[in-house]
């Protein structure tokens, strides 16, 4: 051996390196506040209280493996949205799901595709994998799906589309959707992340279940962490044609989703009142805080999700980074989006009652406040 070799330590693969780690939404605040933490997208009424119990009862046998195939957990989403059970992948929150998927098909010299504010785990998985992300541009701060068609390359593996997008909380209609599906190669594959679906009440919307079925390149994936407030638990699933379903069980931890999961997932998926309630949450409070905001002049992007993304002035005592520090130090945490490309704006997520009633005081004074 030479004494180079000798003397340098461990290398990563390529473009490993490269990765900007993933800063996730603060949670910290001056001592002895309570935060007001809003920076996440996490439901505001938590999780069922059906989830709960379950979760508590799964430490009674915290001794035993769980399930490798959550196949109960899978049973129970296939009853509920009529699927079959076999085409469907759980895994620790979609972000694991989106990592085996991107390492199942990405490697070196390979591109995936997403719009320029896209959802950042895209970046960082195809970058683990030696891969190149492309991004395409935006309209209005919305999915353009001609540019994204114009960018894919015979080196294109997966095209990764947030509908509705995080952070922006647009969305594409499903004839979009379709056309996107239409206008690429049969060996591309189209995920579909619908993290936020549940909360879309638009009728030119659809998550993707049904051009799933109909289709070998297609996969949505769905998370127990926004809607079913189980973030803490990392639950996730994918519904997949058989032969990327196989694909996914032959590259995923033999058991990569816990008991307690699979037993507060079986509960949670099965709790349509309480999914109900923060539905019905989330109509009522999105418009308010919307208008609200509005009121003080900010600009707001329109949101079909359960957080909106605000707009501050780029120069002068009203920035994005201004408001940022202000709303921190009164204990409110939203989420700076610069490494979204959007360094003029923050996203914030739809909270409680006293939550929002907290963030618009504190905007309304901040914005009255020396110019
Ligand atoms: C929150 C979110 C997810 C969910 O991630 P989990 O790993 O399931 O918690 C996936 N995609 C997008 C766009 C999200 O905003």
């Not at 070799?5 to 605040?29: C, F, N, R, T, W």
Request: net charge neutral; proline share 7%; glycine share 8%.
């Amino acid at each position: 051996m030479t004494a180079a070799l000798k003397a340098s330590g461990p290398v990563p693969q390529p473009g490993i390196m490269d990765i900007s780690v993933y800063v996730p939404g603060e949670s910290h605040v001056p001592s002895g506040m309570v935060p007001v933490k809003l920076s996440s997208n996490e439901n505001p009424l938590g999780p069922s209280p059906k989830a709960i119990a379950a979760f508590k009862k799964a430490a009674e046998s915290l001794e035993r493996y769980p399930d490798g195939g959550a196949t109960e957990l899978r049973q129970a989403i296939a009853r509920v949205y009529g699927l079959d059970a076999n085409r469907l992948v759980c895994g620790a929150g979609s972000d694991e799901l989106i990592g085996i998927l991107t390492h199942a098909y990405v490697g070196t010299g390979d591109e995936t595709l997403f719009p320029e504010h896209g959802f950042l785990m895209y970046k960082i998985a195809t970058m683990a994998n030696g891969g190149t992300p492309i991004t395409a541009p935006e309209k209005n701060l919305r999915t353009d799906v001609d540019a994204l068609l114009a960018r894919v390359t015979p080196r294109t593996k997966l095209v990764y589309l947030a509908n509705p997008n995080n952070p922006t909380g647009t969305y594409i209609p499903f004839e979009e959707v379709r056309r996107l599906h239409a206008g690429l190669p049969k060996s591309v594959i189209l995920v579909l992340d619908a993290a936020y679906c549940e909360y879309v009440r638009r009728n030119d919307y659809e998550a993707g279940i049904e051009l799933v079925g109909t289709s070998d390149n297609v996969v949505m994936m769905r998370t127990f962490s926004k809607i079913h407030g189980l973030a803490a638990l990392r639950l996730g699933w994918a519904y997949c044609p058989p032969g990327i379903a196989d694909v996914l069980n032959r590259v995923r931890g033999p058991f990569n989703v816990s008991a307690p999961a699979i037993a507060a997932g079986i509960a949670a998926i099965e709790d349509r009142a309480h999914q109900e309630a923060a539905i019905n949450h989330n109509e009522k409070w999105l418009p308010w805080v919307t208008a609200e905001l509005e009121k003080l002049d900010l600009k707001v992007t329109p949101s079909v999700g359960n957080f909106i993304l605000i707009h501050f002035p780029a120069t002068g005592a009203k920035t994005a980074a201004t408001a940022d520090t202000y709303l921190k130090a009164r204990a409110i945490i939203v989420r700076a989006v610069g490494a979204y490309k959007l360094p003029h704006c923050l996203r914030m997520t739809i909270g409680t009652e006293a939550e929002n009633r907290a963030v618009v005081a504190a905007l309304t004074a901040f914005m009255a406040g020396p110019a």
